[in-house]
């Protein structure tokens, strides 16, 4: 058991399914009094039946005021892990301008809204906890998705900002960063996905189980997938070579399609 979050007020956005149930799950069965929220209405409502948490329904962007009323007036946990994918990046060229508003605003902004709701408490108490379901893509990139790969490295960034910013004021920060993880986010991302993600994927309760360790280690950078942390340590040590690299692989999947 993970001291820190029992009895905690914990909200999980996008936890319908996927990774967000599964952290929710797993929150619940370290004692923590979780709220499940989801666009999706009656996921959210089943999620929340099983694990015996609260539904709270509805976009992540409006849900905290909501959130904080069903934990008694506190959030101690805020896990922004709603997300959204798109395979956007082909022959002809990255814009897409629905995919890239879309993937502003949630993988982005309702990152930062959320803290603009919760800093104020967190900081008066001197504590508080926000998770940011990022993605490898957030530390590396992501062929054929240039909005996800984009924003996911603004989240990451954000993160990096909350925890250099408030970390000696009691905020606690932690980017998860998976790669491929079998969910129906995997799907989305298409052929791009089934050649770099899928041959590695992990299941959700493996993302849940590396975020509690990371809590319990107070460590803010969550890798699910070890291996990351070179990959990430090859692109800032030699980017000339690993990009080259990454074309290779942008090359096999425009053969392959």
Not at 118 to 137: M, Q
């Amino acid at each position: 058991m993970v001291e820190s979050v029992q009895d905690a007020g914990v909200v999980v956005t996008g936890a319908g399914g996927g990774i967000g149930a599964a952290l929710a799950r797993r929150f619940a069965a370290e004692g923590a009094r979780v709220v499940v929220n989801d666009l999706d209405g009656d996921k959210a409502k089943a999620v929340a039946e099983e694990i015996g948490g609260i539904a709270v329904p509805g976009d992540a962007s409006a849900s905290v005021g909501d959130a904080r009323d069903a934990l008694g007036g506190a959030v101690d946990v805020y896990c922004a892990n709603a997300g959204v994918a798109f395979e956007d990046g082909g022959a002809d060229g990255p814009l897409d301008e629905r995919s890239w508003a879309v993937s502003w605003d949630v993988n982005v902004m309702a990152h930062v809204r959320a803290a603009h709701e919760l800093l104020p408490d967190w900081l008066e108490r001197g504590a508080g906890r926000f998770v940011s379901t990022v993605s490898a893509a957030g530390l590396l990139t992501m062929i054929g998705a240039p909005s996800y790969s984009v924003t996911k490295h603004g989240a990451y960034a954000f993160a990096e900002w909350l925890s250099l910013t408030y970390r000696h004021r009691g905020l606690k920060v932690h980017a998860i960063c998976p790669q491929g993880v079998r969910t129906d986010m995997l799907a989305s991302t298409g052929s791009a996905g089934d050649l770099v993600l899928r041959p590695n994927a992990i299941e959700p309760d493996a993302v849940a189980d590396a975020l509690l360790r990371g809590i319990e280690e107070d460590r803010f950078l969550i890798l699910p997938h070890p291996e990351v942390a070179g990959y990430y340590a090859a692109r800032a040590t030699a980017p000339d070579r690993w990009l080259a690299g990454m074309n290779r692989v942008q090359r096999t999947w425009e053969e392959s399609r």
